[in-house]
């Protein structure tokens, strides 16, 4: 089983959660008595006292065994260990549920890695789900990190108080749709935090139908320092695949969750962590959440780019200046109008300052305005663009790098390399890919990344003089071309056959990189 981890690490001095309860545990408080904790040959010196147990780890492979217990498991379970401990390292947690198994049931289908913080005080490892796959859990293996002084003061298997009613999906206040394991609880229909990381399970979701993969945050607007991932977790998984939320401070976060289709049988449970500690009595950001079949709630756009619409815009000559909209997981947007703001030195040269975004921009929708400008002189010119809309306030700025134009060229001809001398061979990876257009139609959303050349058709010699003669004066001395050949037949040579039959060919020399993908 692929692991599905979610970890929390906080101060131990704030209160467990009223919402969670002991499913099992071990105080670790009596000096002599190791209460059935097994410790490996690589655990020594150790020493069980009223203070936890205190041990070293100068081994590779420190092992803790905790005793046996028998646990029906669900996906509301946490294992919480409260530690302290010399340095920061990585360690190992593994379960066991059949005996009948590789290692005594503990094996590396059945592992996660988790981090173990550098701490004087008592601190909380909070690991959430884990063992949702096994039905039973009888036993849990700790591996601590090498090379540490460790204090262990307890261990426990923790659950969420979860409502039998299952959620609907529809849109609810956190509080109605949530249930706190860790780092927070529930204060009348709010979810306050209790101090460190915040662990959040939905109720189980009853079927869903249509399919409804996408997950609506609406947020407060003090959200500033809060980040979140989200991951729905279910019975029929072995693996989570959390997705970042981007919190909209007084807005809306639509968060797309792979693993959806878990829901369709009514034990789907999406999972919320926040990734930094809350401060204790502070309110979760989180207003309301719901599932949904399409992005939902307050639509907001995403600039997708703002810069030159040129990979190198001369001065004295017309460019334009691009803002790429784009809906990547927001409501329809509609009514949207664009004021871009110039400094001195860059003219408009057509239309006004003012584009309104004509039509509605759904999920995935992407959309160009433009404004013709010209600069007199070389230099950075920042640029800045407003967006409006309804309910919509939003800011973005670039800088333009206008350059000065080239001189003293021969129409019709590459000027001749003047090669830069260094002390190192140094070459470049040749793909050659990109002889048709189609070939540049994977770059037509992303302008700054068109080359200097355009789109360029790549076997043409004089293509091939160019790069030769930008590669030699910065240093290159070689092209690594990569070299399609299976069983005689050869695929995307004509970047080696231009150079074959280049002007310049003599200033760079090539080597063949077989790319023996078949």
Known sequence: MTAILLVAAMAVGQAASDNARVLWERELDRAGDL????????????EATSDGLIMETPG????IYLPEFALATSPYQALEITYECSGEGR?????AHDRNTEYGGFSGAKRIEVGFEETDEPTKLTVWPFWIEAP???QVRIDPPSGVRLTLHAVRILEARVDPAEWTGELAGPADALNPLSGAEIAGDSLVATGGRVLLASSHIGP??????????DWSRDTEGATWEAAVVGPAASSAEWRAIEPQPGGTANTWLPGASTWLDGRGVVVLRSTESLDAGSRLPISALALSPEPSGKPHPTVVFLGSDDPMPRAGTEEAVLLRLGNIAS??????????TLP???ELLDGSLRADLAGTLVHGDVRDLRWPVRAAAPGDYPVSVRLLGDELDVSEEAVLRITEGPTGLTPGRVPEPEPLETDYDIGVYYFPGWNTRSSWEVLDLFAEREPVLGYYREGLPEIVDWQILWAAERGVRFFAYDWYWDRGAQMLDHGIKAYLESEYREYLDF?????NHN
Do not use: H, K, M, V
Request: net charge negative.
């Open 136 to 138: 039973e859990l009888i």
């Open 91 to 95: 360690g190992e947690i593994f379960y």
């Open 511 to 515: 080597c063949l990189l077989w790319a």
């Open 344 to 346: 001195d030195g860059l």
């Open 35 to 46: 209460q059935g904790l097994e410790l490996n040959g690589e655990i020594t010196p150790w």
């Open 60 to 63: 590779a492979d420190p092992i």
């Open 331 to 340: 409501a329809p947007i509609g009514g949207l109008s664009a004021f871009l």
């Open 208 to 217: 869903l139908s249509p399919l409804t993969p996408w997950l609506r945050t």
